[in-house]
């Protein structure tokens, strides 16, 4: 946040930027789950999107859940735009086109989870309900065009909005239009978060094709399965992609900074005020020579919120992001992160999925990134297609699951959370492609029926 940089020590060597990644390694023991959300805002009566002020808008919203919660709100310049929950870290926060997230705190298992995510759920419809606000569990909003959605007051987008209309096509779609569920997971130590991001950013395709929900766009079908995912191809392909150099020989904490380096700025904060240099070099940031801050030179701050606006299908920070699903509904949203606990955090688990990825190629991968937007789990692969690879993806997340052991009140272990996974794989239909059906079907064409038949 503005003036989050006040007491953040410059930057001194490249050891500092890989400084920055590298002491998120903490044994397993201390491992957590990350689980955020994005929901989509929406008035019924009459069916629009949701604006920031007035009596029934966001930020009223905002008011009632702090008045509910005691949680802290965030400002930029006079508004507030999110609050804190000061005691177990984690919060609310506001996308550009009033997209409600929920990130959560680190929870010690899937469990925790779930129940994190209820009771959010729970407190944010009781204080939306008089406002008539409701949630949307979908990829992309499917009726409205970016201009017609309300922006939220943050400095940020006002610097953001214009980049992207200059760098890519679809940009502001991603920022107004998309609403995404992102699992962030912990690593030991550089080899294994190697192993882990390698994993991870070869499998980003298949989790894809297992939540996509996103057929719709403006009122239509927009021919696309997952058009979140289709909307990201498109969007800056300096900051975006499936991270090549990952699968180096060699690859680790200071590759990946060069990558970081390279990739063109947005903003720096200063005295509480965000500072547009977008598009210019962080290598030149080093140098103290920033046209619009001659002299200055970056604080570890500063290269923390830089590494926060790089977008790629694996996000490294001081834990790994997976950033390749789209919203869906609330059991969906804890299956995310079970689907990567699964995987990652279990050693026999992560070896068979590093063996199922390990041999395909750049171009192998880059085909299945390429064509999951449109086809989903039927996206070719290996002389069949990626239902196939999803379906083993389950499986082996499954056996992790298991072999964690982690048990509710009830005596159940975090399979559970695999639920609509498992009804994926037994219909061999992506969310996406059951809302197509329906809206070919019984909806007559009429887009608005989802919005009753997906609001959370």
């Given at each position: 946040m503005?003036?989050?940089?006040?007491?953040s020590?410059?930057i001194?060597s490249?050891?500092?930027?890989?400084e920055?990644m590298?002491r998120?390694a903490?044994p397993?023991s201390?491992?957590?789950?990350g689980?955020?959300?994005e929901?989509h805002?929406?008035?019924?009566?009459?069916?629009?999107p949701?604006?920031?002020?007035?009596?029934?808008?966001?930020?009223?919203?905002?008011?009632g859940?702090q008045?509910e919660?005691?949680?802290h709100?965030f400002y930029?310049?006079d508004n507030?735009?999110?609050?804190?929950n000061?005691e177990?870290?984690g919060g609310i926060?506001?996308?550009?086109?009033?997209?409600?997230e929920?990130?959560?705190?680190p929870?010690?298992?899937l469990?925790?989870t779930?129940?994190?995510?209820?009771?959010?759920?729970?407190?944010?419809?009781?204080v939306a309900?008089?406002?008539?606000i409701?949630?949307?569990?979908?990829g992309?909003?499917?009726l409205?065009?970016?201009?017609?959605?309300c922006?939220?007051?943050?400095?940020?987008y006002?610097?953001?909005?214009p980049y992207?209309?200059k760098?890519g096509t679809l940009g502001t779609?991603?920022?107004?239009?998309s609403?995404?569920?992102?699992?962030n997971?912990d690593?030991?130590s550089?080899?294994?978060?190697v192993?882990k991001l390698?994993?991870?950013v070869?499998?980003?395709?298949?989790?894809t094709a297992?939540?996509?929900?996103s057929p719709f766009?403006e009122?239509?079908d927009?021919g696309?399965?997952?058009?979140?995912?289709?909307i990201?191809?498109?969007t800056?392909d300096?900051?975006?992609?499936?991270?090549?150099?990952?699968?180096?020989?060699?690859?680790g904490?200071e590759?990946?900074?060069?990558?970081?380096l390279?990739?063109?700025?947005?903003?720096v904060?200063?005295?509480?005020?965000?500072v547009n240099?977008?598009?210019?070099s962080?290598?030149?940031?080093?140098?103290?020579?920033?046209?619009?801050?001659?002299?200055d030179?970056?604080?570890?701050?500063?290269?923390e919120?830089h590494?926060?606006?790089?977008f790629?299908e694996v996000?490294l920070?001081q834990f790994l992001?997976?950033r390749g699903a789209?919203?869906g509904d609330?059991?969906?949203?804890?299956?995310?992160?079970?689907?990567w606990?699964?995987?990652?955090?279990?050693?026999?688990?992560?070896?068979a999925?590093?063996?199922?990825?390990e041999?395909?190629?750049?171009?192998?991968?880059?085909?299945?990134?390429r064509?999951v937007?449109?086809?989903?789990?039927?996206?070719p692969?290996d002389r069949?297609?990626?239902?196939d690879?999803?379906a083993?993806?389950v499986?082996?997340?499954?056996?992790?699951?298991?072999?964690r052991?982690?048990?509710n009140?009830?005596g159940?272990?975090?399979?559970i959370?695999?639920?609509?996974?498992e009804?994926t794989i037994?219909?061999a239909?992506s969310?996406?492609q059951?809302?197509?059906?329906k809206?070919?079907g019984?909806w007559?064409?009429?887009v608005?029926?989802?919005?009753?038949?997906a609001?959370?």
């Amino acid at each position: 946040m503005a003036g989050a940089d006040t007491h953040s020590p410059l930057i001194e060597s490249r050891a500092d930027l890989i400084e920055a990644m590298a002491r998120g390694a903490k044994p397993e023991s201390e491992w957590r789950i990350g689980t955020e959300h994005e929901k989509h805002v929406f008035h019924t009566n009459p069916l629009r999107p949701v604006a920031y002020e007035g009596p029934n808008g966001i930020r009223a919203l905002l008011d009632g859940i702090q008045a509910e919660t005691g949680w802290h709100p965030f400002y930029d310049g006079d508004n507030p735009i999110g609050l804190r929950n000061d005691e177990v870290a984690g919060g609310i926060s506001l996308e550009p086109g009033g997209q409600f997230e929920l990130s959560g705190s680190p929870q010690e298992d899937l469990h925790g989870t779930a129940a994190e995510l209820a009771e959010h759920m729970r407190v944010t419809k009781k204080v939306a309900a008089p406002l008539d606000i409701h949630f949307l569990g979908l990829g992309v909003t499917p009726l409205w065009s970016v201009d017609q959605i309300c922006s939220m007051p943050k400095s940020r987008y006002g610097i953001m909005k214009p980049y992207m209309e200059k760098v890519g096509t679809l940009g502001t779609s991603m920022m107004f239009r998309s609403a995404t569920v992102q699992a962030n997971l912990d690593f030991s130590s550089e080899a294994d978060m190697v192993k882990k991001l390698r994993v991870a950013v070869a499998l980003q395709p298949v989790a894809t094709a297992l939540f996509a929900n996103s057929p719709f766009s403006e009122g239509r079908d927009s021919g696309y399965l997952s058009y979140r995912s289709h909307i990201w191809l498109n969007t800056d392909d300096d900051r975006t992609g499936m991270l090549p150099f990952a699968f180096d020989e060699g690859f680790g904490f200071e590759q990946y900074a060069d990558y970081a380096l390279d990739v063109p700025m947005y903003f720096v904060i200063r005295n509480k005020q965000y500072v547009n240099v977008a598009g210019e070099s962080f290598r030149a940031f080093l140098r103290g020579e920033l046209p619009q801050l001659p002299g200055d030179k970056p604080t570890i701050k500063d290269w923390e919120d830089h590494l926060s606006t790089i977008f790629p299908e694996v996000r490294l920070k001081q834990f790994l992001e997976m950033r390749g699903a789209d919203m869906g509904d609330e059991k969906s949203v804890t299956a995310l992160s079970a689907f990567w606990t699964g995987l990652l955090y279990d050693a026999v688990s992560l070896e068979a999925a590093y063996e199922l990825i390990e041999p395909w190629t750049r171009e192998e991968r880059d085909e299945m990134r390429r064509e999951v937007p449109r086809l989903a789990l039927m996206t070719p692969h290996d002389r069949s297609n990626l239902y196939d690879v999803a379906a083993q993806a389950v499986g082996i997340a499954e056996a992790g699951l298991v072999r964690r052991g982690r048990r509710n009140g009830q005596g159940k272990d975090e399979t559970i959370h695999l639920a609509p996974l498992e009804e994926t794989i037994r219909l061999a239909k992506s969310p996406a492609q059951r809302w197509v059906d329906k809206f070919r079907g019984e909806w007559n064409g009429d887009v608005t029926r989802v919005f009753k038949e997906a609001e959370m």
